[in-house]
């Protein structure tokens, strides 16, 4: 009778195994995931928009798809955290409801990005409508950095009124859309005081957020020094670090060619450094000798717009392998990528493959070859490897699939897998 009892519950437990499904396995994809200290050959299994699992061997057969991802990487969805998508049809208003900023969804998915920060393109005057007409109808996920100046980026003499500059209304606006808002940014000042910066920090630290900033075109340019050690607190972000322009101060000594120490310094202090390449932010001749002496970004973003995205810049995955072919690992621009960002805009749920977490994916294939990388200057730098992206997974779902890698193709629960 015991036995009979046994046997049975045997049974059952096995039939309960057995019934243990996936909506989606990827098999033997080299997973890199800088949070969870994981650069190997995994599988990964995804079930109801999260990570069910990530181990050595998953069984296939409990999957509804499969993904192959023989000779690929398998990361963390990308996060990019500097970029301008508050597109619109007023002419005359640049990033902030203007021609110039994009529609995220036609960038992201196919570049392995599956979250975007905004950065100060609206401000705490416009948000309500960058929300409505953006983050609202995007299937990316959009966050944003909210401008001191009330309509944020229009252009021209609008973001260089100080008395528009409000870090109390900021503030509140950050913590009333506290799901969409990140942080504070400056950005455009020509002016020399420090108005911009300080209410951004007023409003950071009514919101408990980070401000981001992109110094201006201030003559003679403000001190740099005195941003990271007076003004900004440990977490907020300096953007377009390796930028060398007259009217901005660089990180590198160009005399030198050493990373001034205070740099340093700020970086250690928790600042962190992020890349914003934009037209022309990026420079190879600070990025290089950074490199050589061992200063690495915190983070890489885009600073994508209209006008960026069809000049050297092009996409994240142009900037990540143009930073490979200076010295960068694969794996560090990945971290730089994923979970740094994530961290610096206090989003800790996202940039990492723990289980459990939103299956957010990102599915690289490097190819190898002779690339030409260059820079606004006209600088070339040959490299070897460049990344492509093959398939993007945003909240469990297939979002683009570059060369048809999931079997079968047709999920009869969902229709067509993308
Ligand atoms: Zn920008």
């Known amino acids: 009778m015991f036995r009979c009892i046994l046997l049975s519950l045997l049974i059952i437990v096995q039939q309960v195994a057995t019934a243990q499904s996936y909506n989606l396995v990827i098999k033997g994809g080299h997973v890199i995931d800088a949070r969870n200290n994981i650069d190997e050959v995994m599988d990964i299994a995804v079930s109801n928009g999260k990570i069910a699992r990530v181990a050595k061997n998953i069984d296939a057969s409990k999957a509804t798809q499969v993904i192959n991802a023989k000779g690929m990487y398998v990361t963390p969805g990308l996060i990019d955290a500097h970029v301008h998508v508050f597109y619109g049809s007023d002419p005359d208003r640049y990033y902030s409801n203007g021609p110039l900023a994009v529609i995220p969804d036609v960038f992201t998915f196919r570049t ?192 994508i717009h209209a006008n960026s995205m069809n000049a050297s810049m092009k996409d994240m995955l142009s900037v990540m392998s143009k930073l490979m072919s200076i010295g960068m690992s694969l794996q560090a621009v990945i971290q730089a990528a994923t979970w740094n960002p994530a961290r610096e805009i206090k989003h800790e749920e996202l940039g990492h493959l723990s289980e459990g977490a939103i299956a957010d994916i990102a599915i690289l294939g490097v190819r190898n070859g002779k690339f030409g990388f260059f820079d606004y200057t006209g600088y070339k730098v040959e490299g070897t490897q460049k990344l492509e992206c093959e398939m993007t997974i945003k909240g469990g779902k297939i979002v683009y699939d570059l060369d048809g890698l999931v079997t079968p193709m047709v999920n009869k629960q969902s229709g067509w897998a993308n």
């Open 112 to 303: 392995g990005v599956t979250t975007v920060v905004d950065a100060g393109s609206s401000g705490w005057r416009n948000f309500p409508l960058f929300k409505k007409q953006v983050i609202d109808m995007s299937q990316t996920r959009v966050l944003a950095f909210l401008n001191i100046v009330g309509e944020g980026m229009r252009g021209g003499v609008y973001e260089q009124d100080t008395k528009d500059m409000d870090g109390k209304l900021a503030g509140i606006t950050a913590k009333r859309y506290h799901d969409y808002i990140v942080g504070i940014k400056v950005a455009h000042f020509i002016g020399s005081e420090w108005t911009p910066v300080d209410e951004a920090v007023k409003a950071g630290n009514l919101a408990n957020t980070p401000v981001m900033i992109d110094f201006g075109s201030s003559t003679p340019p403000l001190s740099i020094e005195e941003l990271f050690l007076r003004h900004l607190r440990p977490g907020d972000i300096f953007t377009h670090c390796f930028g060398q322009l007259r009217d901005r101060e660089a990180i590198v000594d160009s005399n030198t060619q050493k990373v001034k120490p205070f740099v340093l310094e700020a970086q250690k202090k928790g600042i962190a450094f992020d890349v914003g390449y934009g037209s022309i932010s990026f420079a190879f001749s600070q990025a290089i000798p950074a490199f050589k002496n061992g200063f690495y970004p915190n983070s890489i973003s885009t600073d």
